[in-house]
Nanobody
Framework: QVQPVESGGGLVQAGGSLRLSCAAS????????MGWYRQAPGKPRELVAS???????SYADSVKGRFTISRDNAKNTLSLEMNSLKPEDTAVYYC???????WGQGTQVTVSS
């Protein structure tokens, strides 16, 4: 099965920044709406940001103003710039098409207080 590959996670102090990257095949990326999701321990997976092939973005209220999603359609890559990180942002982060597609392994983001 074709899966996206996420990278860039790590341990950071509150207030810090991280940039996540996602590499996907053309069959995943194509003209699809792509999203960054996260799952914290004991909580359901949630969509935090999405972007259309034309670059229109949408964010969850909890990350609005702090996270920026972007994509490079020529390289089939998706990014998530995360600033002013909070301990509650701690989760495994995944990228995926917002409709269908397979989950990758995700990348762990841990924010210490």
């Amino acid at each position: 099965q074709v899966q996206p590959v996420e990278s860039g996670g790590g341990l950071v102090q509150a207030g810090g920044s991280l940039r996540l990257s996602c590499a996907a095949s053309g069959s995943i990326f194509s003209s699809n709406v792509m999203g960054w999701y996260r799952q914290a321990p004991g909580k359901p997976r949630e969509l935090v940001a999405s972007i259309t092939s034309g670059g229109t973005t949408s964010y969850a209220d909890s990350v609005k103003g702090r996270f920026t999603i972007s994509r490079d359609n020529a390289k089939n890559t998706l990014s998530l710039e995360m600033n002013s990180l909070k301990p509650e942002d701690t989760a495994v982060y995944y990228c995926k098409r917002t409709i269908g597609g397979n989950w990758g392994q995700g990348t762990q983001v841990t924010v210490s207080s």
